[in-house]
């Protein structure tokens, strides 16, 4: 088993849907959950990350964690076309000298007009 | 505004020569890395570097090779290319401490070997 599990899609939206994207997750030592997003041909970019359980809210987007189920997962509401893209997420153990998150293979996401 | 810049966004190579690829970062990060991502296998660390002339090897790096000479600048060398890796090869880079969950990635070198 794959220490990050995250279905690659691809997944296609409407315009204007609420989208839920998601990981688990294998490790408990897991600390900080992130989230990338990937534009075509393009290198992925920071979108959010968390530290530790619960929500976090920036705009449309919410990232949830659930450390008890080993769970994480990305919302985006009103979805729109310029969200089209692909969503990695990356989680790291934390701790001194840890600094190589694990990624996800990718959600390819479609938003379509 | 912080950036990460890769030598090359295309590249076609012949199977059995020596490539060169190339990273560079302007934000004094002390943390560099090489992945390859391929469709259905994601991002894959190939090697990484924590400070110059220090190398570690990541989850595949059996053809590759890596120097880190200056601070800025993390290379990533194919010693004999080989069609399989045909692929898209990321340059990211992160700072040491608190804030190292983040990386930087450069735009990618799509290498297509023949």
């Known amino acids: 088993q794959k220490e990050v599990e995250q279905d690659p899609g691809p997944l296609s939206v409407p315009e204007g849907a609420i989208v839920s994207l998601n990981c688990t997750y294998s490790n408990s030592a897991f600390q900080y959950f992130m989230w990338y997003r990937q534009y075509s041909r393009k290198g992925p970019e920071l979108l959010m990350y968390?530290?530790?359980?619960g929500n976090k809210e920036d705009g449309r987007f919410t990232a949830q964690v659930d450390k008890s189920s080993k769970y994480i997962s990305l919302f985006i509401r009103d979805s729109q076309p310029s969200d089209s893209a692909t969503y990695l997420c990356?989680?790291?153990?934390?701790?001194?000298?840890?600094?190589?998150?694990?990624f996800g293979r990718g959600t390819s996401l479609i938003v379509h007009p | 505004d912080v950036k990460v810049t890769q030598s090359s966004r295309y590249l076609v190579k012949r199977t059995g020569e020596k490539v060169f690829l190339e990273c560079v970062q302007d934000m004094d990060h002390e943390n560099m890395f090489w992945y390859r991502q391929d469709p259905g296998l994601g991002l894959r660390l190939i090697y990484f570097s924590y400070d110059v002339k220090m190398k570690e090897k990541g989850d595949i790096p059996e053809g590759y090779s890596v120097s880190r000479e200056k601070k800025e600048r993390f290379s990533l060398i194919l010693e004999s290319a080989s069609t399989n890796q045909t692929s898209m090869y990321l340059c990211?880079?992160?700072?040491?401490?608190?804030?190292?969950?983040?990386?930087?990635f450069g735009p990618g070198t799509r290498l297509t070997v023949t």
């Open positions: 990211a880079s992160s700072q040491s401490g608190g804030a190292s969950y983040e990386q930087y």
């Open positions: 990356a989680i790291l153990k934390g701790g001194g000298g840890s600094y190589i998150p694990t």
């Open positions: 968390t530290y530790s359980s």
